[in-house]
């Protein structure tokens, strides 16, 4: 079974960045496309970005421009740069692949 272990948020001033990390184990690392997924207080959880098995990359508008998924299959780790961070950005942000989810890592933005 997948396992998920999301880490690197935290608080972060308007302009700012953050580089979250996904790491994948029990299971074929690559096997399955991921997905980072955000929800903020009061929201549905909706997706942010989503990269698959071959490396085809997918973002939601909200974040296009300003947002970099990536893989590293040693570490088997994927990795979400955000970037230009807004306050509408901050939320939980989970990881999702092979029908699991991770805990999440929270994102917060202060002006």
């Known amino acids: 079974q997948v396992q998920l272990a999301e880490s690197g948020g935290g608080l972060v001033q308007a302009g700012g960045s953050l580089r979250l990390s996904c790491t994948v184990s029990?299971?074929?690392?690559?096997?399955?496309p991921v997905w980072w997924y955000r929800q903020a207080p009061g929201k549905q959880r909706e997706m942010v970005a989503?990269?698959?098995?071959?490396?085809?990359?997918n973002y939601a508008d909200s974040v296009r421009g300003r947002c970099t998924i990536s893989r590293d299959v040693a570490w088997k780790t994927v990795y979400l740069q955000l970037d230009s961070l807004k306050l509408g950005d901050t939320a939980v942000y989970y990881c999702?692949?092979?029908?699991?989810w991770g805990q999440g890592t929270q994102v917060t933005v202060s002006s």
């Open positions: 029990g299971g074929t690392f690559g096997a399955y």
């Open positions: 989503s990269i698959t098995r071959y490396g085809d990359t």
């Open positions: 999702h692949s092979g029908g699991n």
